[in-house]
């Protein structure tokens, strides 16, 4: 079975229409992130967050609000749908850093599927 | 300026044939880590390899290795032994920062096509 895991996996909806794509992970990371990519751009940030208290905006969070609604499920909301946020979205997880942010490769993130939504 | 750059948008390689996909990158942190993913035309992202700023050796996974030149700013993926399953996007990524959040920036990708 997967560790990451979104649905849906396909989505078509209207301009104007609320929607919510949800990700889960078994992977035990406290880490979650949502992105975005479109052609050309290659990923960019939506939200973050560290814990299930621990919320953060990325680059491009209007139009977008998230709820971690425990360690292991993150879900990002659109509120009212418009064209431009036609794209492939991915939920990431990762675990936190070693004490003193040391780096190691468990500082990888991991990334669910991806969820293709067409906004009419 | 841009932190990842990956210069080759396409490119081309004979199956059984060995590959490098360029990657460049900007940072002023000494501490920071490298990334390749693969994205096959179905859409996932894979992780492939790693490579962190203060590791001594260069990084390798299976048929995947990664050139780190750390005075040059270069992390290039070598793919060797080429399969027509490697045909796919690449992604080149940094995550740099001392902590709190890291940001993870990603390139725009390389597209591989390996050719029977």
């Given at each position: 079975d997967a560790d990451v895991t979104q649905t849906p996996r396909n989505r078509i909806t209207k301009t104007g229409k609320r929607i919510m794509l949800e990700c889960s992970q078994?992977?035990?990371?406290?880490r979650m992130y949502w992105y975005r990519q479109d052609p050309g751009l290659g990923l960019r940030l939506i939200y973050y967050s560290f814990d299930v208290k621990d919320i953060n905006k990325g680059e491009i969070s209007d139009g977008y609000s998230v709820s971690?609604?425990?360690?292991?499920k993150f879900s990002l909301s659109l509120e009212s749908a418009i064209p431009n946020q036609t794209a492939l979205y991915f939920c990431a997880t990762s675990a936190s850093l070693g004490a003193g942010g040391q780096r190691t490769k468990e500082e990888t993130q991991y990334f669910g599927p991806g969820t293709r939504l067409l906004v009419l | 300026a841009q932190k990842i750059t990956q210069t080759q948008p396409g490119m081309f390689v004979q199956e059984k044939e060995a590959v490098t996909l360029d990657c460049t990158y900007d940072t002023s942190d000494p501490s920071y880590g490298l990334f390749w993913y693969k994205q096959p035309s179905s859409g996932e992202m894979i992780f492939l390899i790693y490579q962190g700023s203060y590791d001594q050796q260069n990084a390798t996974e299976g048929r995947y290795s990664l050139n780190f030149q750390k005075a040059r700013k270069s992390a290039n993926l070598v793919i060797s032994a080429?399969?027509?399953?490697?045909s796919a996007m690449y992604f080149c990524a940094m995550r740099e920062g001392p902590g709190g959040y890291q940001k993870v920036t990603f390139g725009t990708g390389t597209k591989l096509q390996v050719i029977p």
């Open positions: 078994t992977k035990g990371h406290d971690r609604q425990a360690q292991a | 080429s399969q027509l399953g490697d």
